[in-house]
């Protein structure tokens, strides 16, 4: 039975998604324009997501170098290859924005 209704769903998406097909717009200084507008929220959404991940991941460290200091090496090097993957998602999102309004296609 679920086999059929998924196959029968798939037909269903299949034969549907032309209907929601976008027309050709020719106009693109507007398109160019959302995009600038858009990519600034992106970036503004990745730094604030990036400063609140960090504040969090140096206050748990912090918290668990005071509670166990023979352990504050291990924590350290956590704590710093964390903040670098954290750090990584703004500098994507920026090299990202960089490709989408400074060098338009």
């Known amino acids: 039975m679920n086999t059929k209704m998924f196959l029968i769903l798939l037909a269903l998406f299949v034969f549907a998604s032309p209907i929601f097909a976008q027309a050709q717009t020719t106009d693109a200084n507007e398109v160019h324009k959302w995009v600038a507008i858009t990519s600034g929220f992106a970036m503004a959404i990745a730094s604030g997501l990036c400063g609140l991940a960090q504040a969090k991941a140096v206050a ?7 509670r166990n200091p023979g352990a504050s090496a291990a924590i ?3 704590l710093l290859l964390g903040l ?5 998602l703004a500098l994507y999102t920026l090299v990202i924005i960089f490709a989408k309004v400074v060098l338009p296609t």
């Open 84 to 88: 670098v993957l954290i750090e990584s």
């Open 76 to 78: 350290r090097f956590a």
């Open 60 to 66: 748990a460290s912090a918290e668990a170098m005071a």
